[in-house]
């Protein structure tokens, strides 16, 4: 029993708790600028269960979806569906119980943020299959990475807001640059097994590219700032991302896949200090 649990612990990556993180630090932002410092704390604790939920469905269906692949990439061959320390109804089981914890948080919410889950939903699922033929199959990620800005927005606001569009598409640029230096990490893994990724498809250009998308992403931020008249100790957040940026080109400039892998964990900092740059104004307040 013990050594089962361990294994489903090791599907939905607790020990690995930078994804769930990733996926956090921008929804707690979109709270805190589309409620002007002062989120429903209710909301809040549901998007917070939620994001791990849905990060853990997200971890075991990719790995479902992967298992004939992942057998055959060093990184991956120890991921527990193919070692067989979980089957894959049980993956599937697990899957169904995290979407169906997932859906009753969502009881107390609204109508726009239950229509607007459901079709998150469906870019999760569908994204893992995307790197079997698509290019770049970081835009379905970016996309699904995403998706709960839109989703803070229907619940704090009952509406789709331009700004909330904003820090979605804010989201969306700086997911496809750390994704585009973890699938650097593990490029030789994808090209001996035919998968596509953006550090695939970029090819020399990633390093660039990667700056590029994250350049993009702060000024998305910037202009929601502007738009929403934030405090100007905002733009301190985002001058530290800059410097925190120009650490991780060094880092994949000469794209080894240790330092690749070293530059997309440095993301975890990147999105909280974003978050740091939106609660401040409002702790100094206090």
Same mark, same amino acid.
């Given at each position: 029993?013990?050594?089962?649990?361990?294994?489903?612990?090791?599907?939905?990556?607790?020990?690995?708790? @930078?994804?769930?993180?990733?996926?956090?630090?921008?929804?707690?932002?979109?709270?805190?600028?589309?409620?002007?410092?002062?989120?429903?704390?209710?909301?809040?604790?549901?998007?917070?269960?939620?994001?791990?939920?849905?990060?853990?469905?997200?971890?075991?269906?990719?790995?479902?979806?992967?298992?004939?692949?992942?057998?055959?990439? $060093?990184?991956?061959?120890?991921?527990?569906?193919?070692?067989?320390?979980?089957?894959?109804?049980?993956?599937?089981?697990?899957?169904?119980?995290?979407?169906?914890?997932?859906?009753?948080?969502?009881?107390?919410?609204? #109508?726009?943020?239950?229509?607007?889950?459901?079709?998150?939903?469906?870019?999760?699922?569908?994204?893992?299959?995307?790197?079997? =033929?698509?290019?770049?199959? /970081?835009?379905?990620?970016?996309?699904?990475?995403?998706?709960?800005?839109?989703?803070?927005?229907?619940? $704090?606001?009952?509406?789709?807001?331009?700004?909330?569009?904003?820090?979605?598409?804010?989201?969306?640029?700086?997911?496809?640059?750390?994704?585009?230096?973890?699938?650097?990490?593990?490029? $030789?893994?994808?090209?001996?097994?035919?998968?596509?990724?953006?550090?695939?498809?970029?090819?020399?250009?990633?390093?660039?590219?990667?700056?590029?998308?994250?350049?993009?992403?702060?000024?998305?931020?910037?202009?929601?700032?502007?738009?929403? #008249?934030?405090?100007?100790?905002?733009?301190?957040?985002? =001058?530290?991302?800059?410097?925190?940026?120009?650490? /991780?080109?060094?880092?994949?400039?000469?794209?080894?896949? $240790?330092?690749?892998?070293?530059? =997309?964990?440095?993301?975890?900092?990147?999105?909280?200090? @974003?978050?740091?740059?939106?609660?401040?104004?409002? @702790?100094? /307040?206090?």
């Amino acid at each position: 029993m013990t050594s089962k649990l361990i294994g489903l612990g090791k599907l939905i990556r607790l020990e690995k708790p @930078i994804g769930t993180f990733l996926l956090l630090w921008p929804t707690l932002s979109a709270f805190m600028i589309l409620k002007d410092g002062s989120p429903t704390l209710k909301l809040v604790i549901i998007f917070c269960i939620g994001t791990f939920l849905m990060r853990s469905a997200g971890c075991v269906i990719n790995d479902f979806f992967d298992k004939d692949f992942d057998g055959k990439v $060093e990184r991956t061959k120890e991921r527990p569906i193919v070692t067989g320390e979980v089957s894959s109804l049980e993956a599937m089981i697990l899957f169904f119980i995290l979407i169906s914890l997932s859906a009753f948080l969502l009881l107390w919410t609204n #109508k726009l943020t239950i229509l607007i889950a459901s079709m998150g939903l469906l870019i999760a699922v569908f994204y893992p299959l995307t790197k079997r =033929f698509f290019k770049v199959p /970081q835009f379905f990620l970016g996309l699904a990475f995403s998706w709960g800005i839109l989703m803070v927005s229907a619940a $704090e606001l009952d509406r789709i807001s331009s700004t909330s569009l904003i820090m979605f598409s804010a989201c969306f640029f700086w997911i496809l640059a750390y994704d585009t230096a973890y699938a650097m990490s593990d490029k $030789e893994g994808d090209l001996s097994i035919g998968l596509n990724s953006s550090a695939i498809t970029f090819g020399k250009h990633s390093p660039t590219l990667i700056v590029v998308f994250h350049l993009i992403s702060l000024s998305l931020w910037s202009l929601c700032a502007l738009l929403e #008249k934030m405090s100007p100790i905002f733009y301190l957040s985002i =001058f530290v991302c800059l410097g925190l940026v120009f650490m /991780q080109f060094l880092l994949v400039r000469n794209e080894e896949p $240790e330092k690749c892998l070293k530059a =997309f964990k440095q993301n975890n900092w990147i999105g909280f200090s @974003i978050l740091v740059g939106t609660m401040l104004p409002y @702790i100094i /307040q206090m």
